[in-house]
């Protein structure tokens, strides 16, 4: 077999290992390769943490986010008056 694996639907696709998934330098056969999360080869130790970098700064954004929405529906449901209303 060459540089191509077999895929589980039994086609052929690009072995995983060809290229840095951040700068998409080509990864020698005979030089580290740095992984991180799964399956994702990095080339370098820096595109590597670049990556880590990348991915802390959207899970921030996303919990930033995430409370924002939910401060906005405790206020919202705090606003609401309740008590009783008498008709004559």
């Given at each position: ?43 370098s130790k ?11 700064a959207r ?24 008590g009783t209303?008498?008709?004559?």
């Amino acid at each position: 077999m060459s540089s191509r694996m077999l895929s589980y639907t039994g086609g052929e696709d690009a072995h995983f290992l060809e290229a840095c998934t951040l700068c998409s330098k080509s990864l020698g056969h005979n030089s580290d390769i740095f992984m991180y999360r799964g399956n994702n080869p990095f080339c370098s130790k820096e595109c590597r943490q670049e990556q880590i970098e990348v991915d802390e700064a959207r899970e921030k954004r996303w919990r930033v986010k995430k409370s924002s929405e939910t401060t906005k529906k405790t206020t919202k449901a705090s606003s609401v008056q309740t008590g009783t209303l008498l008709v004559a």
